[in-house]
């Protein structure tokens, strides 16, 4: 395993070390299992990553030597567990560069983060004719929660449309924030397409026009080093599961004020101050966004999977994904029954194709047949599926562990579905 100190930004100016995938595969157990007697060619890291060795053992030791419930208890293993998910959080912080753990608040994924927002700070600092803006490009978890707070509150939703590349629009994205522009919402990285949106630019607009900036960062985390003070961004958030990490756990980052600004999400112990039957008083950030129990031991699973991420060279991951996609473009452009959706260039490992006259679901239901998971269907962006008027895609999107011969299981596999249905 390579070892990198610090993640920084600019990954183009690095130079890739090696990368030694072998050694990065015999670090996940799973892969070395087989599906329908066939070894597991797994295509599928862009819906969730498998986790490697060290997350599960993290989890394992939790739940075998540590674990208790946190805050509240005064005896040694609860001490301990609040230890563990205190800690995760201090290397949430600095994974992703914010100034204070408490600006960090752990949630159940993306989606419940971007919930929080749109709710909590939404439902108190947006008003109607306020405006956000979104992209077509948007999973639905970008989409939906900000429809149901414009049914509470009469917000304007404005949607950055795109083009036939899939790319994000900046000429368009700027004619749409305007005076009552009060946040824009977008994704770092298309899960669809695997466009990268530029980030710079984004924000440097919303800046001008006095808007908060909210990434959408379950996809942009897993493929490029995030520094959100850098960024310069109000929210960013991601899930743990897509990370390499355990699931039922995400990540919302806040600025400070914002969050101390906002009310609570969710009403219940570990989030209060006082409480009498009269009136409540909140605890301060992130407590006060964290009712209940939290996941404890995902926590800890997450912070074991952000040091072995943390663990690589971002330079050398970059070149090993950069390399799997072009090679994967170069064999599936090859067929002219292939159409290829997302051709943005520098985007993510994700890679989204149709064939011609064969149904996604087919042909994903094939190349599971043939040990290879790949993800059918409108990938939870069904305006973007609109866009370009089709149904759904097949997606294969690469993780640290692929290798050419996963995409030539690929490939192999297409061969097959052309046989049954040519
Ligand atoms: N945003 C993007 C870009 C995603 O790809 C996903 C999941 O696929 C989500 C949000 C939602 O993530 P989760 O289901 O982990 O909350």
Known sequence: MNTAPARNLDRSSATAAPFDVESVRADFPILSRTVHGKPLAFLDSGASA???????????????????????GVYELSARSTEAYEGARARVQRFVNARSANEIVFTKGATEAINLVATSWGGVFLGEGDE?????????????????????????LKVVPTNERGDFLVDAY??????????????????????????????RIARERGALVLLDGAQGIVHYPVD???????????????LYGPSGIGVLYGRQALLAAMPPYQGGGDMIERVTFERTT????????????????????????????????????????????????????????IRLYGTVPGKASIISFTMDDVHPHDIGTILDLAGVAVRVGHHCAQPLMDHFDIAGTVRASFGLYNTRADVDRLIDGLDEVREIFG
């Open 50 to 72: 498998q986790k490697p060795r060290a997350v599960i053992d993290a989890v394992s030791r939790c739940y075998e030597a540590e674990y208790a419930n946190i805050h509240r």
């Open 132 to 156: 956000v803006v979104l992209s077509v490009l948007e999973h639905h978890a970008n989409i939906v929660p900000w429809q149901l707070l414009r049914e509470r509150t009469g917000i304007v």
């Open 174 to 203: 700027e004619a749409l924030v305007g005076p009552r522009t009060r946040l824009v919402a977008l994704t770092h990285v298309s899960n669809a397409l695997g466009t990268v949106t530029p980030v710079d630019e984004i924000v």
């Open 228 to 242: 959100v003070q850098a960024m310069d961004v109000d929210f960013y958030c991601f899930s743990g599961h897509k």
């Open 282 to 337: 909140f605890a301060p950030p992130p407590a006060r966004f964290e009712a209940g129990t939290p996941p404890i031991a995902a926590a800890v699973g997450l912070h074991a999977a952000i040091d072995y991420v943390a663990s690589f060279d971002p330079a050398a991951v970059a070149a090993h994904e950069n390399d799997l996609l072009t090679y994967a473009t170069e064999r599936l452009t090859a067929h002219n029954d």
